[in-house]
């Protein structure tokens, strides 16, 4: 009898642990750059302890390629492996209009506690060559793209919720994160050319100008994480950036609701 409840209890024990999950989402920081975060189903009791993750991200194929990936985790690396569409198409995999970049963290440790629902950055990135169309998504584990590679480009999140054991607690991808629209970031609908707006000098040390016939309503600047960092509403062809850090930074211009953002640098 003694037998049986321990059972039990151990298959109780297990269904909660693996009732426990995280979600992968792509979030658009600014511009071209983005992260990917991982999104908890449940509040950590203590600190965490993370493995390793794996993920595929799909890109339209041609010229546009993950740059820049940089881990948002202290002390871990990241590596992206780019599976083109030629690449793929040759193992009868997929139909030519998708690359897939395999991104890859290996085991080591993050200790760390969260709460549900929380983002947790895992990994920052840029796309370059700054495409206005088409779609990046997750590749799904059920995708035949991932079946037919045997696993290599399936998604994971491997970690020790509980201080036990560490296993696989990928779920699935977050609503709403799921996949980025590069149509989004288009300005062929901005009302002239935006080469006549002139952004100097960049990079910069201090004030940036804006040379430009049209009368901007706003001019918000951001980070390179997403956060907005000022609001301009006077004087918008001086920008005045020297209480900013060195970085990369993004002006987004307002013009009759339609936004057009512009990459500066501040040394």
Do not use: C
Not at 38 to 43: E, S
Not at 60 to 67: I, K, M, N, Q, R
Request: proline content about 3%; charged content about 20%; cysteine-free.
């Amino acid at each position: 009898m003694r037998q049986y409840y321990t059972f039990i209890l151990a298959f109780i024990v297990s269904s909660m642990a693996f009732g426990q999950t995280y979600d992968l989402g792509v979030v658009h920081v600014a511009g071209y750059d983005f992260k990917v975060v991982a999104v908890p189903d449940f509040d950590s009791a203590g600190d965490t302890d993370l493995s390793d993750v794996g993920f595929t991200l799909m890109l339209p194929a041609g010229a546009s390629d993950v740059v820049n990936e940089a881990s948002a985790l202290t002390a871990r690396t990241w590596t992206v492996t780019e599976f083109d569409a030629a690449f793929l198409t040759g193992l009868g995999l997929g139909d030519g209009t998708r690359d897939a970049f395999q991104f890859n963290m290996p085991a080591g440790q993050s200790l760390f506690a969260h709460t549900m629902g929380q983002m947790i950055d895992l990994v920052t990135f840029s796309v370059s060559n700054m495409p206005v169309s088409g779609v990046m998504s997750f590749l799904d584990n059920s995708d035949p793209i991932a079946v037919g590679s045997g696993g290599v480009l399936d998604s994971f999140y491997n970690s020790n919720i509980d201080m036990t054991t560490t296993q696989d607690y990928f779920s699935g991808y977050a609503p709403g994160l799921e996949s980025f629209n590069f149509d989004t970031l288009s300005t062929e609908d901005f009302p002239i050319n935006t080469n006549s707006i002139k952004i100097y000098p960049n990079p910069t040390a201090d004030y940036v100008y804006i040379d430009s016939n049209l009368q901007f309503k706003t001019i918000d600047v951001y980070d390179i994480n997403g956060r907005r960092v000022a609001r301009h509403q006077e004087n918008l062809n001086q920008i005045d950036l020297r209480n900013l850090s060195g970085g990369v930074y993004f002006l987004y211009l307002i013009y009759e609701e339609k936004k057009l953002f512009k990459r500066i640098i501040k040394k």
